[in-house]
C-alpha cells in the first residue's frame, strides 16, 4: 500500500483557510486519496476522496496536483470545531483487489484552529 | 444518515473474561471493520468482514476473534482478556469501496 506523510500538527485562525498538506508519492495510477478527521472522543469522520481531478463539497476541497504525489485538504473558513485530527488515506487497488475498503491510518495532522 | 453504533461506550473488565464488543450498522453495508486506537500508534486494523460469515484478518488480530452471523451486525470478541487490550475499540463499516462510517467507539479498560 501507497504510505503517506502529513505534518504532525499545524495551527489555522479562526475564518481563516486551513491548507493541510499530504505527500504520498508512491500512489498507484489506480489508488484514490482520502480524507478523514477525528475530533475528540469521536471516531473518524469521512471528509472527501479524489482520484485525479480537485473535487469539492460541503465540508472541504481536495485539491490534486497533476502527477498525484501529494494533495491538499482545503477547510476554506476553519472554525473552532475544526480543530481534530486530519488523516489523508491512500486506498489500496480496487481493480481486482480484495482490499474490501480497509484503510490503513497513519499519525495524521493535529489542525488547532484558534480564536 | 449512516449509523453504526456499538453496544457500550465504556466498559471494564477483569484480565480473563469474555469480552464481547457488539456493533450494528443499519445501511445494509458489506464491509465492516474492527479497529483498536492507542496514544502513539494511531488506529490499526484488527478484522474486517465483506459478508456475512466472511472474515479477514488485519493487522493485528491475535487475541482476538469476531463474528458476523448477520449482515448489520459485527462482533468482536477477546476471549481471555488481558491488559494490554485495554484501548479504544471502533467499528466502522462501507459500501464497497466507499467512505467508511465510524461508531462513537468502545472505551475498554481491563483490569
Known amino acids: 500500500d501507497a504510505k503517506t506523510t502529513q505534518p504532525p500538527s499545524m495551527d489555522c485562525a479562526e475564518g481563516r483557510a486551513a491548507n493541510l498538506p499530504c505527500n504520498h508519492s508512491?500512489?498507484?495510477?489506480?489508488?484514490?486519496v482520502y480524507w478523514y478527521r477525528q475530533i475528540h472522543s469521536q471516531g473518524p469522520q469521512y471528509i472527501i476522496h479524489?482520484?485525479?481531478n480537485n473535487e469539492t463539497n460541503e465540508m472541504a476541497s481536495l485539491i490534486i496536483t497533476e502527477d498525484r504525489k501529494s494533495s491538499t485538504l482545503i477547510l476554506p473558513h476553519a472554525t473552532l470545531r475544526d480543530t481534530a485530527v486530519y488523516y489523508c488515506?491512500?486506498?489500496?487497488?480496487?481493480?481486482?483487489?480484495?482490499?474490501?475498503?480497509?484503510?490503513?491510518f497513519g499519525q495524521g495532522t493535529i489542525l488547532t484552529v484558534h480564536p | 444518515d449512516v449509523k453504526v453504533t456499538q453496544s457500550s461506550r465504556y466498559l471494564v473488565k477483569r484480565t480473563g473474561e469474555k469480552v464481547f464488543l457488539e456493533c450494528v450498522q443499519d445501511?445494509?453495508?458489506?464491509?465492516m471493520f474492527w479497529y483498536r486506537q492507542d496514544p502513539g500508534l494511531g488506529l490499526r486494523l484488527i478484522y474486517f468482514?465483506?459478508?456475512?460469515?466472511?472474515?479477514e484478518k488485519g493487522d493485528i488480530p491475535e487475541g482476538y476473534s469476531v463474528s458476523r452471523e448477520k449482515k448489520e451486525r459485527f462482533s468482536l470478541i477477546l476471549e481471555s482478556a488481558s491488559t494490554n487490550q485495554t484501548s479504544m475499540y471502533l467499528c466502522?463499516?462501507?459500501?464497497?469501496?466507499?467512505?467508511?462510517?465510524f461508531g462513537q467507539g468502545t472505551r475498554l479498560t481491563v483490569v
Open positions: 466502522a463499516s462501507s459500501l464497497l469501496v466507499t467512505e467508511a462510517f
Open positions: 479524489g482520484l485525479k
Open positions: 508512491t500512489i498507484s495510477g489506480n489508488e484514490y
Open positions: 468482514s465483506y459478508d456475512v460469515k466472511m472474515k
Open positions: 488515506i491512500v486506498s489500496p487497488p480496487t481493480a481486482g483487489g480484495t482490499s474490501y475498503g480497509k484503510l490503513t
Open positions: 445501511m445494509d453495508h458489506e464491509n
